[in-house]
């Protein structure tokens, strides 16, 4: 982080990134004088509630985020910013968005978690955006226009007031990641799957240990649970109350819940009652320590492609062994009506024998496997496995052709999983 001591001295000269964190109410205007260095602006955590009219100065601005501050309008100043490409106003106030506040090149949106209640038609003519995070607001209906979009590739629109999902939303032509969840065309199936039988485990057999990791949703410890005299390691997520960018926790604890058992699922022992703080928690079993994640998760650059190490490699029957497990278990959740809306290899945990799990259900949604929008939801599934066997077979020394028909064909949406998972057993 920086502070306004070094940018009034001089310190930050020529600087592409800057960074307050000091309770600001107003934009400081020595911003001005790194105006053809600044590329990257993040002014999260502060007190701001409109940004100056002559903020297209800083001609050189791609990203800026004011997250966690308190603006109740998009500001339009951004719509003259000649190369801004991401927006971030996450958890602010913000119920009205100008058509003049969205940049003409605009590449990525995050909204999520405000007071928006209608979007502007302009959104539409934003041929460029690829990303928009909407979870946590109060839209009834998406703007037509949006079927213009056919760049885009990852939507956010849980948690709202939606009353039914557009039939040319699935439809759009490179959509791969959705997540729907917490809105009241959904609400029957989600609650069915939230009673899921599981059993109830009683928070004071849990001791807590150490913290594994932390997400949005929640945090996640290894804990002993005290059963049938004895103690079994085990992991414990607690979920948190607030709204993150993919949506609601509950919605990714009824995911979880209703998954079923699958070998490459993280297997759900039970779930929490009876926590001091009435907080919902899944109890699980414990990862081994050789597993580890896939790949990192899209870079500002990158946007929706994960990141993978430079010296990252497998073998054919290594990949082989991932692609379908990760089909397996998606076939399953598919059967059950259940939409992962995250298929990513950075929410993929592997050994290095090819053991394979599938996570992070932050994103699932829910829809009827029989109802008329089913086969289109399932083709965005299938469009983000073959970007997945993409990667896979990037990393993986004479790859068959076969394998890249099959990538090919899953990334036009064509196969449905059990066909995939059927062809990726016959021998390469």
Known sequence: MHTLEQLRSGALAGAQRLTFRCGLTEFPREIY????????????????SSLPDDLYRLHKLRIIFCSDNQFTELPAALGACPALTMVG???NRIRHVPAASLPAALRWLVLTDNEIEELPAALGGRPQLQKLMLAGNRLRALPASMAQLH??????????????????????PRLTWLAYAGNPFS???EDALAHT???AISWPVLALRDKLGEGASGVIYRADWQHDDAATPVAVKLFKGAMTSDGSPLSEMAACLGAGAHPNLIPVLGHVED???DAHGLVMSLIPPEFHNLAGPPSLNSCTRD????????????ALSIARGIASAAAQLHGHGIM?????????LHDDHGHTLLGDFGAASFYDPAGPQAVALQTLEVRAFGNLLEELLDRCDNAPPALRQLQAACQQGGPRFAAIKEQLDNPF
Not at 340 to 348: A, K, M, P, S, V
């Open 187 to 189: 609400e029957q199936r």
């Open 307 to 318: 990141i993978y190490d430079a010296s990252k490699r497998f073998d054919l029957p290594t």
């Open 89 to 91: 106003f996450k958890a």
């Open 340 to 348: 992962h809306g995250d298929l990513y290899g950075h929410n993929i």
């Open 197 to 199: 039988p599981s059993t």
């Open 151 to 172: 760049k885009l590739e990852l939507l956010r629109i849980a948690s709202n007031q939606l009353g039914a999902l557009p039939d040319w939303l699935p439809s759009l």
């Open 275 to 277: 926590h001091p703080e």
């Open 33 to 48: 004088t790194l105006a053809d260095s600044l590329e990257i602006l993040d002014l999260t955590g502060n007190a701001l």
